[in-house]
């Protein structure tokens, strides 16, 4: 079984439901966000969750749902990816407590800006579980520096719609903002294992972008 389909192989959702999101991942365009990105946060939520409440119940569940949803839409010219996919969730989502579905739509909802997220309200577990997933999502901007010129082009793919002037601005606002963060990592696991490589390659990034020093 191939990670995507370990991952769905998690989902408590309709078989309907599970083949219209491996669809969705899958389809033309998706050069970053797709089938390979989902399957990244999913392994790495299995190998540094380890001893973790993440990895025990509910929340491994929960977080499978939140990986695989997230970026169930995907259109770079919208605004609202974020929103409609938690939206594609609630529709899909099965006969789980009320809190655990709401916890997966606003956790998903939260990756739309990822610094920006916090606690309102949650449990400290609760909120621990959705710092996690956020940190998933970002651990690709620790990866080596090769894999991580590879990443930005493959985004660069996905928004053929601007520019390469509003391309160079929409990146440099992006990449400025996590320089910035005093923390990119809020889970101690992902901060150890990405932080330092995170920041390498965004101050490369700013450098090359004649911005900051490299």
């Known amino acids: 079984m191939d990670v995507l389909e370990a991952l769905l192989a998690e989902l408590p959702i309709l078989p309907a439901a599970r083949e219209d999101l491996r669809r969705r991942l899958a389809a033309p365009g998706r050069h970053y966000h797709g089938v390979d990105h989902v399957g990244l946060m999913w392994r790495r939520h299995l190998e540094f969750g380890v001893g973790m409440s993440v990895r025990l119940p509910p929340w491994h569940q929960l977080i499978a749902c939140a990986i695989a949803f997230h970026d169930a839409v995907h259109d770079p010219r919208r605004l609202d990816n974020e929103a409609a996919s938690a939206a594609l969730w609630l529709a899909a989502a099965p006969a789980l407590p009320p809190e655990d579905v709401a916890w997966v739509a606003g956790t998903i909802r939260a990756t739309a800006d990822h610094l920006a997220a916090c606690p309102n309200g949650l449990s400290a577990e609760a909120w621990a579980a959705r710092a996690w997933l956020l940190d998933l999502d970002l651990t690709p901007l620790g990866e080596v520096p090769r894999v991580f010129a590879a990443n930005t082009r493959r985004l660069?793919?996905?928004?053929?719609?601007?520019?390469?002037?509003?391309?160079?601005?929409?990146?440099?606002?992006?990449l400025t903002r996590k320089a910035a963060?005093?923390?990119?990592?809020?889970?101690?696991?992902?901060?150890?294992?990405?932080?330092?490589?995170?920041?390498?390659?965004?101050?490369?990034?700013?450098?090359?972008?004649?911005l900051g020093h490299g």
């Not at 660069?156 to 992006?174: K, Q, T």
């Open 156 to 174: 660069r793919r996905e928004c053929r719609h601007l520019s390469d002037a509003e391309w160079r601005l929409r990146n440099i606002g992006f």
């Open 181 to 210: 963060a005093r923390e990119i990592y809020r889970s101690a696991p992902l901060r150890k294992a990405f932080d330092a490589r995170a920041r390498a390659n965004i101050r490369e990034a700013l450098a090359q972008a004649g």
